[in-house]
Structures are given as structure tokens and as C-alpha cells.
T-cell receptor, first 115, second 114 residues
Framework: DAGITQSPRHKVTETGTPVTLRCHQTENHRYMYWYRQDPGHGLRLIHYSYGVKDTDKGEVSDGYSVSRSKTEDFLLTLESATSSQTSVYFC??????????????FGPGTRLLVL | AQSVTQLDSQVPVFEEAPVELRCNYSSSVSVYLFWYVQYPNQGLQLLLKYLSGSTLVKGINGFEAEFNKSQTSFHLRKPSVHISDTAEYFCAVSESVGNEKLTFGTGTRLTIIP
């Protein structure tokens, strides 16, 4: 158990609506990540955070923003949802012993359907 | 930039037969390699990882993988599969010392035939 929860687990929304997904960790790890999973694409990094208020873009960041005001919470916001953002979203944390031993562990995912 | 190729999108295998899932990577520097498994409607679980040292890495559920630098490969193997191994398997690579960012392959769906 990686100590990661995601909410909501399922969401249906309409095009143009803002949506916020939450990732919560219980172990105070520095790095947190948001990925999206789509058939034929595997997992692609959207944004990641390396500390409170410290974030950076990933491979597919357009249309998404993130915030991290507390170590334990990492929020992903779709300012104006589009059908192309229908996907499964996974949060991950990085933990381990020492820099070379750190590995990413994943949350259970959020299924988002944009109509 | 790093990249990962999983050439086989689907692999059907009879129960108790051996299986190999292929993973090739591209990078100009030293890499760290991972295999994750995703069971239906679940998140990703770490199967095994290569950071350094022995090129043969053993993971959970009887899986192992071998790092081959000359062929830039990290194929996943199991000598005898079980129905419960039905899942999607993802290979991932990282170039940074701290494994800051992972790049994933597109996945291989392993189906076990009874």
C-alpha cells in the first residue's frame, strides 16, 4: 500500500466545465506526479511537483494546471474540460531509500468522462 | 530524450507455458529500467526494477528481467504463467539519477489461455 488516495474515483462532466482531481498521500514524500492513461499511449506525464508550490510540466500539460499548497495534497485542474481529456488519471509518489533507490508508486486512478 | 518501445501490444499464452514480453529503450545516457503490472480496473504495481549491478533482476510473482546494454533491451520473462498473470504490463525508463521522470511504453496485454 503506497498510502495514496485519489478523489473522486469516477466523474462524468460536460465540455467546458472546470474539474479538479485530488491526490492525497499520507507519508510526506517530496515528489508527486499526475499521469493520464489512454489506449495505445501507455501513461503520459502531465505535471509533477518536487515540493510545496514547486511544480513543472510534463509531456502533455496543455489544458491542465496543478497546485500543491500542502505536502500531502496535489491537485490537478482542467480549467475547461474537453472530450479529448476523457481518460484515466493516475497520481504517483516517489519514495525509496536514497536517490538511486527511489521508485514511483501509483494511486488507484480516477476515471473521467467528458461529454 | 529517452523513449521506450514495447513492440507487442497483445500476447496470448497458454497456462503453464513460458512467456517473454519485450521492451527496448533509447537513451544517450545511463538508464534505470522498470516493469509495472496493471490488473483489470486497478492502478500500477511495481514488478521489478534495474538500477545497477547484476543485469538479471528478479521481481514479484516469479517474474524476472534481464538488462542488455548492447541491445538496449529489458525483456520480462516468466517460466510458467498462471491465469492470475492476465494483466497489462508496462516497461518504463528513467535517465535521471533520482528517477525524477519516467517514460512509459505503450503496454503489452498478456492474456493467459486455460
Amino acid at each position: 500500500d503506497a498510502g495514496i488516495t485519489q478523489s473522486p474515483r469516477h466523474k462524468v462532466t460536460e465540455t467546458g466545465t472546470p474539474v479538479t482531481l485530488r491526490c492525497h498521500q499520507t507519508e510526506n514524500h517530496r515528489y508527486m506526479y499526475w499521469y493520464r492513461q489512454d489506449p495505445g499511449h501507455g501513461l503520459r506525464l502531465i505535471h509533477y511537483s518536487y515540493g510545496v508550490k514547486d511544480t513543472d510540466k510534463g509531456e502533455v500539460s496543455d489544458g491542465y494546471s496543478v497546485s500543491r499548497s500542502k505536502t500531502e495534497d496535489f491537485l490537478l485542474t482542467l480549467e475547461s474540460a474537453t472530450s479529448s481529456q476523457t481518460s484515466v488519471y493516475f497520481c504517483a509518489i516517489r519514495k525509496g531509500q536514497g536517490a538511486r533507490g527511489e521508485t514511483q508508486y501509483f494511486g488507484p486512478g480516477t476515471r473521467l468522462l467528458v461529454l | 530524450a529517452q523513449s521506450v518501445t514495447q513492440l507487442d501490444s497483445q500476447v496470448p499464452v497458454f497456462e503453464e507455458a513460458p512467456v517473454e514480453l519485450r521492451c527496448n529503450y533509447s537513451s544517450s545516457v545511463s538508464v534505470y529500467l522498470f516493469w509495472y503490472v496493471q490488473y483489470p480496473n486497478q492502478g500500477l504495481q511495481l514488478l521489478l526494477k534495474y538500477l545497477s549491478g547484476s543485469t538479471l533482476v528478479k521481481g514479484i510473482n516469479g517474474f524476472e528481467a534481464e538488462f542488455n546494454k548492447s541491445q538496449t533491451s529489458f525483456h520480462l520473462r516468466k517460466p510458467s504463467v498462471h491465469i492470475s498473470d492476465t494483466a497489462e504490463y508496462f516497461c518504463a525508463v528513467s535517465e535521471s539519477v533520482g528517477n525524477e521522470k519516467l517514460t512509459f511504453g505503450t503496454g503489452t496485454r498478456l492474456t493467459i489461455i486455460p
